[in-house]
């Protein structure tokens, strides 16, 4: 699989180059990674690569003609390589959702040439000539596409064969048809008694039905609390067994106990005078567990 990235910051791709899962696959010729500069596709002895907006307005935009000239010699490249012509996806806020069916359809294929705008984003024009998708990574604006880029191409490098090291792990992370669509359950690892808490009795257990049933109850806890949307999906494919309905049905919808969504959730410390909270409290709050 190819992966040609249209950056002004190549070195930012050394990230899933060289390191961890990625890097010992790129190491294994399992995937290759082409960067392609603008700056090197312009003719003035600046290398101006943007521009002031037509019709005022703060910033700068990234002009077409480097940014084309790129994807041109990326498309070529790869043409000498015997591949077909790629897509050409342009990471933006005004994309789709990456998610992790993108992520596979991408891991089946031979690869995409993923444009990455700085500063107010790219000339439009660009973007009706050349480009075949948007992708954005969420609903925030990043000074770039690069770290878009590296979580596009993380994901789905990761679902080639033989990347991971246990060829089944990827099968039971969240959102995985494994899974049937929820989010993973906890998990646990050395001491079994962390701090006064212990591992949860049915891991211990060496049951093999009783751990695959609470790893079960526990991701569609998880999932009622977080995701519901995830739950219906889930249903509507009939992927749901009566055992999981009679469970959700148990909880309550979706109104779940926070001691059913994770066995150890405290109370949250009292936040200090000032303090902002990162991210919007879960859904159940951890103070309504009994
Ligand atoms: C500062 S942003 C430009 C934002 C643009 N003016 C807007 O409001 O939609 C610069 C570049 O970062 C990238 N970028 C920013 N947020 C992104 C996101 N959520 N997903 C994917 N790429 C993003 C895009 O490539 C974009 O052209």
């Known amino acids: 699989m190819r992966f040609d990235v249209v950056t002004l910051f190549p070195e930012m791709f050394g990230v899933v180059r060289d390191l961890g899962v990625t890097g010992r696959a790129h190491a294994q010729g399992r995937w290759s990674l082409h960067a392609w500069n ?36 990326a498309q070529e490249a790869r043409a000498a390589q015997g591949l077909g012509r790629a897509p050409v996806a342009l990471l933006a806020p005004v994309g789709r959702r990456y998610d992790q069916a993108g992520a596979e359809t991408l891991a089946a294929s031979d690869g995409i040439i993923l444009i990455c705008g700085r500063y107010e984003g790219v000339d439009q024009r660009f ?8 992708i954005s990574l969420g609903d925030f604006v990043l000074s770039g596409g690069e770290i878009a ?14 990347v991971l090291n246990d ?26 008694v962390y701090d006064g808490e212990s591992v949860p009795a049915p891991l211990l257990s ?20 977080r995701r519901p949307e995830l739950i219906e999906a889930a ?19 979706t109104e779940v106990p926070a001691d059913k969504v994770s066995p150890h959730r405290r109370k949250p410390r009292k936040p200090a005078s000032g303090d902002v909270p990162p ?4 859904t159940p709050k951890a103070s309504d567990a009994s």
């Not at 003719?43 to 990234?62: A, K, L, N, S």
Request: proline share 6%; hydrophobic share 40%.
């Open 38 to 73: 603008p700056r090197d596709f312009t003719q003035d002895v600046h290398r101006t690569v943007d521009d002031r907006p037509y019709g005022g307005g703060p910033g700068m935009v990234m002009m077409a003609a480097p940014l084309e000239a790129a994807v041109n010699a």
């Open 127 to 134: 973007i009706e000539r050349c480009v075949t998708h948007e």
């Open 149 to 162: 880029a590296l979580a596009v191409i993380d994901a789905a490098v990761r679902l080639l064969p033989g």
């Open 167 to 192: 060829g089944d792990s990827a099968l039971q992370d969240s959102f995985n048809d494994t899974l049937s669509g929820l989010l993973d359950s906890p998990h646990y690892t050395r001491p079994e």
């Open 206 to 225: 060496g049951h093999h039905a009783n751990i695959a049933r609470w790893r079960r109850e526990r991701s569609l806890a998880l999932t009622a609390a």
């Open 235 to 253: 249903r509507a494919k009939g992927w749901l067994t009566k055992l999981d309905e009679r469970y959700l049905a148990e909880l309550g919808g």
């Open 279 to 282: 991210v919007a409290p879960d």
